[in-house]
């Protein structure tokens, strides 16, 4: 039996905290090759600089890395091919009018297998984090630790 199915977040995109001042959340399909839903079993993938983007009507999944699963008889194993999202029309209207009207931008937030075996992912909408701004958010965190642990 399989213990991976339906297990919630199989693996989340903690750097999108840092950079991003996240807005709202979305959750689409990802249309995959056979291959690529057993290497990301296999936990041979990276988010990396990940991010989406519209082709046409389409909205894609860029720069996320699915490493070539070993046992796979597939001689085009793009590595970094964009891939397309499945989401419903009024959903992908409404994230193209974050886009444009607020300059804000979606990237995975978290890859997850659902309980019929199929790959997911969350999609967050935010705006960049200027390093100031991160700098500013991590102060407030640890002053807000001080004041804590002075309370006890």
Not at 29 to 48: D, M, S, T
Not at 106 to 129: E, M, N
């Amino acid at each position: 039996m399989n213990t991976q199915k339906g297990t919630g977040v199989f693996a989340a995109n903690k750097r999108i905290l840092h950079e991003f001042v996240l807005q709202e959340e979305f959750e689409a399909g990802v249309e995959l090759q056979g291959w690529e839903v057993k290497a990301i079993r296999a936990r041979v993938f990276a988010f990396g600089d990940s991010y989406c983007r519209f082709y046409g009507s389409d909205l894609r999944l860029v720069q996320m890395s699915i490493g070539p699963y070993k046992f796979a008889n597939v001689s085009d194993k793009d590595v970094k091919r964009s891939r397309r999202l499945l989401l419903h029309r009024r959903e992908l209207n409404r994230i193209a009018a974050f886009i444009s009207q607020q300059g804000l931008t979606v990237v995975p937030a978290a890859l997850i297998i659902s309980d019929r075996g199929l790959v997911k992912v969350t999609l967050a909408i935010g705006r960049f984090r200027s390093t100031k701004g991160s700098r500013d958010s991590f102060e407030r965190k640890r002053v807000q630790v001080e004041i804590r642990r002075y309370v006890r």
